[in-house]
């Protein structure tokens, strides 16, 4: 069923444009907003810049709780490392948090999960398929992101490196495909939407609080390292010598990956509007009289299907 396969998976697309473009927007502004906030701040000679790299020293420190301790704040690269990236892979996360769990639980409070069953869609099919929409408009955010930072770093005139700006994507999208790895696991274990979204809000919150903590002093010891902002801020690449820990990155991509499948593993066995640990929503009163909407109205082929769902 390769039509049924095919609208599946563009409706996922579709299911994540407007968080997806709200992000985009946050994105854009963030990085436009900071390169052309360093070249007034931070001025055009060394010795400015320099000076400007001393002060903010400073300042890193009484905020390392929010933000990873500024390195190479005399150049552009590392000024939108500490202030732009930093600051928007927190929001990132969180968008890939709420989006894992309104898949996991807003499309079944909406019974999309019932169509596509009857129309011959596995379990896993179905789930793998909205898992990828969110992997393309993810990598189709970052993206968006990182050209319209080196835009605004060009426009005030530096140059940031081509290849760094590639790795900065692939970090964004690793950190991505990892925190929604988790919201889909957790997604199982309630039976709303909006238990499952604060229950992932509280969680991403947790983990970022946790690696802050040890950006502060704290010694949290290897539990630090369950938390992906942590894995995120081991690669810098726009900074001198470009570090880049390909190790850590593979991490975040596997267990993204490995979260999903225990979704997934979870999703297969448990019932429809039902959790893993055996809960399971209320049923609603039932009705005999058929529905205003004209569109549920509609036979039941291809085309009415993918209207119906979407």
Same mark, same amino acid.
């Given at each position: 069923?390769?039509?049924?396969?095919?609208?599946?998976?563009?409706?996922?697309?579709?299911?994540?444009?407007?968080?997806?473009?709200?992000?985009?927007?946050?994105?854009?502004?963030?990085?436009?907003?900071?390169?052309?906030?360093?070249?007034?701040?931070?001025?055009?000679?060394?010795?400015?810049?320099?000076?400007?790299?001393?002060?903010?020293?400073?300042?890193?420190?009484?905020?390392?709780?929010?933000?990873?301790?500024?390195?190479?704040?005399?150049?552009?690269?590392?000024?939108?490392?500490?202030?732009?990236?930093?600051?928007?892979?927190?929001?990132?996360?969180?968008?890939?948090?709420?989006?894992?769990?309104?898949?996991?639980?807003?499309?079944?409070?909406?019974?999309?999960?019932?169509?596509?069953?009857?129309?011959?869609?596995?379990?896993?099919?179905?789930?793998?398929?909205?898992?990828?929409?969110?992997?393309?408009?993810?990598?189709?955010?970052?993206?968006?992101?990182?050209?319209?930072?080196?835009?605004?770093?060009?426009?005030?005139? +530096?140059?940031?490196?081509?290849?760094? *700006? /590639?790795?900065?994507?692939? !970090? =964004?999208?690793? #950190?991505? &495909? @990892?925190? %929604?790895?988790?919201?889909?696991?957790?997604?199982?274990?309630?039976?709303?939407?909006?238990?499952?979204?604060?229950?992932?809000?509280?969680?991403?919150?947790?983990?970022?609080?946790?690696?802050?903590?040890?950006?502060?002093?704290?010694?949290?010891?290897?539990?630090?390292?369950?938390?992906?902002?942590?894995?995120?801020?081991?690669?810098?690449?726009?900074?001198?010598?470009?570090?880049? +820990?390909?190790?850590?990155?593979?991490? *975040? /991509?596997?267990?993204?990956? !490995? =979260?999903?499948? #225990?979704? &997934? @593993?979870? %999703?297969?066995?448990?019932?429809?509007?039902?959790?893993?640990?055996?809960?399971?929503?209320?049923?609603?009163?039932?009705?005999?009289?058929?529905?205003?909407?004209?569109?549920?109205?509609?036979?039941?082929?291809?085309?009415?299907?993918?209207?119906?769902?979407?």
């Amino acid at each position: 069923n390769n039509w049924a396969y095919y609208a599946a998976l563009r409706l996922a697309i579709r299911s994540h444009r407007t968080g997806g473009l709200v992000l985009v927007l946050v994105g854009v502004l963030t990085g436009l907003l900071n390169a052309l906030a360093y070249a007034q701040l931070a001025g055009t000679t060394e010795a400015e810049r320099q000076a400007f790299a001393r002060q903010m020293a400073l300042f890193g420190k009484q905020v390392s709780y929010l933000l990873p301790a500024p390195v190479d704040l005399d150049t552009m690269g590392g000024f939108l490392t500490w202030r732009a990236f930093s600051t928007f892979g927190l929001l990132y996360a969180m968008w890939a948090g709420l989006a894992a769990t309104g898949l996991g639980r807003g499309d079944e409070e909406r019974g999309l999960p019932e169509h596509w069953l009857a129309s011959g869609v596995s379990r896993a099919r179905w789930l793998l398929t909205r898992a990828a929409g969110f992997a393309v408009v993810s990598l189709m955010v970052a993206i968006a992101t990182v050209l319209a930072t080196a835009a605004g770093a060009a426009v005030v005139g +530096d140059t940031l490196p081509a290849g760094a *700006l /590639v790795i900065e994507v692939v !970090l =964004l999208w690793a #950190l991505g &495909l @990892a925190v %929604f790895g988790l919201g889909l696991v957790i997604a199982q274990l309630v039976i709303t939407r909006r238990g499952a979204g604060s229950l992932a809000a509280v969680t991403i919150i947790g983990l970022f609080v946790l690696n802050s903590a040890s950006r502060s002093g704290l010694d949290a010891g290897a539990a630090r390292w369950l938390s992906p902002f942590a894995l995120f801020e081991r690669s810098a690449p726009l900074l001198r010598g470009a570090p880049f +820990d390909a190790a850590a990155t593979l991490v *975040l /991509v596997t267990s993204g990956a !490995l =979260l999903a499948l #225990l979704a &997934l @593993a979870a %999703f297969v066995r448990r019932d429809l509007g039902g959790s893993v640990l055996g809960k399971r929503a209320p049923y609603a009163t039932p009705t005999r009289a058929p529905s205003d909407d004209r569109l549920r109205r509609l036979p039941s082929s291809p085309f009415g299907l993918e209207d119906v769902v979407a």
